[in-house]
């Protein structure tokens, strides 16, 4: 399978080899990101036309951490060990409660359509990026990656009417992204919290999607 910074090599006229930057989301990082739901008034206070969270995102160990800025609902945590088949909500203050659920499935790999072509390199916010271009019917997904790390810099999804204008509908932008394992201290629950005293709920907890419903947990 292909890295981030993979490629596959064609060959081009005269025999000339060629290398395809290959898009692949990575498999442990930390990052910020910002979602932004264009189609809400950027006046809007409720829902907020923006919503902000932390991810440490770990696909080898199995096991993931989102910090949720308080927006659309309350500020919370939601930590997934698909290693011990346990997940947590932690809503923070003033709620202060935790609940936990059992988590019985797999952690979904983070899987880019193969049908997403390269386009070619961008700049985006002074960052050199290689882009690609995913299309399903009416939807077009744009996503740009770090040309040197392969590290996520932003994905935009737009819907084409038909008259050919497209209008934007979410945008990822991710920020201050390092690449690698997250501490895995980050996975615990800390005090005044434990497996014991989280509330049990059963059914589980929604997915949460970081790069479109391409890379979730």
Do not use: W
């Not at 160990?61 to 910090?67: F, G, L, M, V």
């Not at 088949?85 to 499935?105: H, Q, V, W």
């Not at 991710?174 to 690698?180: A, F, I, N, T």
């Amino acid at each position: 399978m292909a890295t981030a910074l993979g490629c596959i090599v064609v060959f081009a006229l005269l025999g000339l080899m060629q290398c395809t930057p290959q898009p692949l989301f990575p498999l442990q990082l930390t990052a910020n990101i910002e979602i932004t739901a264009h189609q809400i008034p950027a006046e809007s206070e409720f829902p907020p036309r923006t919503r902000r969270m932390v991810i440490y995102y770990d696909y080898i160990n199995k096991r993931s951490r989102a910090d949720i800025e308080e927006g659309y609902e309350a500020a919370k945590t939601y930590i997934r060990r698909y290693d011990l088949k346990n997940e947590y909500m932690i809503r923070l203050a003033p709620i202060d409660d935790c609940k936990r659920s059992y988590l019985g499935e797999k952690m979904p790999f983070p899987e880019i359509p193969d049908e997403t072509s390269y386009v070619g390199e961008r700049d985006v916010d002074g960052i050199k990026t290689n882009y690609y271009l995913f299309e399903d019917y009416d939807i077009r997904i744009h996503m740009y990656f770090n040309g040197k790390t392969g590290a996520p810099v932003r994905l935009h999804e737009e819907s084409v009417e038909g008259d050919g204008i497209a209008a934007p509908l979410l945008t990822y932008d991710y920020s201050q992204v390092e690449l690698g394992s997250p501490d895995e201290l980050l996975f615990e629950l800390q005090e005044p919290y434990s497996h014991g005293t989280c509330d049990r709920h059963l059914g589980g907890f929604p997915y949460l999607h970081v790069f479109h419903y391409f890379a979730r947990f």
